[in-house]
Nanobody, 118 residues
């Protein structure tokens, strides 16, 4: 089992910045890719960005140029630096990590609220 704990959400004005953190613990060897998803009220959960243990990243078109995902493998922590925030970025942000040895098994954090005011 892997536990994921997010921190860093909050309320910010449009144009501002926030940094989210997600610390992994437990059976760390079971995960490689870590990522962030978000879910706005009334909408489906969507992928924001992912990063492998080797540092390869992917991100949604909606956040490219504004959000940066990074990772500290020594601390088993993934970060999401969010700049130039927009009201449409308001959502609950979830940390995610698929289990690389168990197809279909994914680990999720409890979520952290990000609210961007206009």
């Amino acid at each position: 089992q892997v536990q994921l704990v997010e921190s860093g959400g909050g309320l910010v004005q449009a144009g501002g910045s926030l940094r989210l953190s997600c610390a992994a613990s437990g059976s760390i060897y079971r995960i490689n890719v870590m990522g962030w998803y978000r879910q706005a009220p009334g909408k489906q959960r969507e992928l924001v960005a992912t990063i492998t243990s080797g540092g390869t990243t992917k991100s949604a078109d909606s956040v490219k140029g504004r959000f940066t995902i990074s990772r500290d493998n020594a601390k088993n922590t993934v970060y999401l630096q969010m700049n130039s925030l927009k009201p449409e970025d308001t959502a609950v942000y979830f940390c995610n990590a698929p289990d690389r040895y168990s197809r279909g098994t994914e680990y999720w954090g409890q979520g952290t609220q990000v609210t961007v005011s206009s």
